[in-house]
């Protein structure tokens, strides 16, 4: 499985970390991924989603079903 949102697609971006010394290397900035059971009225049932941080915070506003419409994700394969 990869490291992104399912529902907003977020994944890693390309920073660099720089030292004292301000020697810079590359990494990456990985999004705060959590696994959540989200309880979908519709299909009677829980769906469990891996999303980021921010996208709870959406849906909790939004709601399961306008979210998945958006990001065109059909919910009986989860």
């Known amino acids: 499985m990869s490291r992104r949102c399912q ?3 977020k994944k890693a971006n390309n920073a660099f970390a720089v030292s004292h010394s ?3 290397t590359k990494r990456l900035q990985h999004a705060n991924l ?4 989200v309880w979908w ?3 009677n049932r829980w769906v469990k ?3 980021s941080t921010k996208a709870i ?3 909790e506003k ?3 079903d ?6 065109g994700i059909n919910l009986n394969k989860f």
């Open 7 to 9: 529902l907003t697609d």
């Open 62 to 64: 939004k709601g399961i």
């Open 22 to 24: 301000h020697r810079r």
């Open 34 to 37: 959590q696994t959540k059971r």
């Open 57 to 59: 915070k959406t849906l």
């Open 49 to 51: 989603l891996r999303m």
């Open 41 to 43: 009225p519709e299909g």
């Open 66 to 71: 306008a979210m998945a419409k958006e990001a």
